[in-house]
């Protein structure tokens, strides 16, 4: 009795399972399933208050944009010419995407610091991410090719320097007067085997026509450590990069020219320092080797490596295109753009002084 008593005391099961709770999206709060640029390259400045997912222009942000908070008041620039550099600033980083980061910390070592002080500034860089962000919409939205290009030009306010000159290209020698190399004293050898030897910048020419400024198969799965001929050109002409620190590339000899065999990046970064600051950016140390039927004609049905010839019958390796924004490397043309002048000429101010009195000296002597 006493135990029916206490089984009819004892709480009845229940006659089903409880319910689990719902797995729908309204259950748990939205979690993104892949992490943000700027998340996956953070940094001790950076916020580290979470995020809800990323739309798709933030998925181009940097590490300085997370330093921006929403309620900063739009911000009043120092002057026309910092409202320029910033500009100019976010149009390469946003079309870098997250390699901009790179071209972001190689402009705080230059001696042109001040210029790029909005960084250091929470109005400044606010100015600086907000424009950023502008234009890596308008680069997601119609892709990184030159039309694009163009059209975030087009929406500069900021008017360029009516004083800004380019510096003239180095003149590239001629395939008769293309010199025996000699190795170097180190005695050092490439990848290849062969010893390094030493030319002079402007004896090699490029072997494309044109080339992605990204290194590596379009630079995008390296993240925030991408580099971009841009960046490798301005950590050059800050001192940041020595030129015998650029892995050297292999050259061949055709048709009494030496053109490149590899490193058609490389050799382009190191043709803008040289216009930027020809003292300085002389010599190149690079591997000859012999020229093959794959760099004139390609093999096994793919495409020669010699391809320059596409650019016209002029080129022969002078210049080389930009695929990203059509500018070239090289062609000192009247009204041909230079890639990455806009941003350069504010890196290295000095080369404008340079500039303006080579075309000085010249008018004088045309006059004479």
Wanted: with cysteine; aromatic share 6%.
């Amino acid at each position: 009795e006493a135990s029916r008593q206490a089984r009819s005391l004892s709480p009845t099961p229940p006659s089903s399972p409880p319910s689990k709770p719902s797995q729908g999206l309204g259950a748990k709060p939205k979690v993104c399933a892949r992490p943000s640029v700027s998340a996956r390259f953070a940094t001790p400045l950076m916020s580290t208050k979470a995020s809800s997912c990323p739309s798709a222009s933030a998925r181009f942000a940097t590490p300085l944009m997370c330093q921006v908070k929403a309620d900063v008041p739009s911000p009043g620039l120092s002057s026309s010419s910092e409202l320029r550099a910033i500009e100019v600033l976010a149009r390469h980083a946003a079309r870098l995407g997250p390699g901009g980061v790179g071209l972001e910390e190689a402009l705080r070592h230059t001696q042109a610091a001040g210029v790029w002080s909005f960084l250091s500034r929470p109005e400044g860089l606010a100015a600086y991410c907000r424009e950023k962000l502008r234009f890596s919409e308008i680069y997601q939205r119609s892709g990184r090719h030159p039309a694009t290009d163009q059209e975030v030009l087009r929406s500069f306010v900021s008017e360029p320097s009516n004083d800004v000159l380019m510096p003239p290209t180095p003149a590239v020698s001629t395939g008769s007067r293309a010199r025996p190399v000699q190795p170097t004293d180190s005695g050092a050898v490439g990848s290849l085997g062969e010893p390094l030897v030493s030319l002079p910048i402007a004896e090699v020419r490029f072997a494309h026509n044109a080339q992605s400024e990204r290194f590596g198969k379009g630079g995008w799965e390296q993240g925030s450590h991408a580099r971009s001929i841009l960046q490798l050109t301005v950590e050059l002409l800050a001192g940041a990069t020595d030129p015998e620190a650029v892995p050297a590339f292999a050259v061949c000899q055709h048709e009494g020219l030496w053109y490149c065999r590899s490193g058609n990046r490389r050799l382009a970064a190191l043709r803008l320092a040289q216009r930027y600051d020809p003292h300085r950016f002389r010599q190149v140390r690079v591997q000859a080797v012999q020229v093959d039927e794959t760099f004139v004609n390609g093999t096994w049905g793919r495409i020669p490596k010699l391809t320059t010839h596409w650019n016209g019958e002029a080129c022969e390796g002078r210049w080389l295109m930009i695929r990203e924004t059509g500018e070239a490397v090289g062609w000192d043309e009247p009204g041909a753009p230079e890639y990455g002048a806009d941003l350069l000429q504010l890196v290295q101010p000095s080369a404008k002084r340079r500039a303006s009195g080579l075309r000085s000296l010249t008018a004088a002597a045309a006059g004479a």
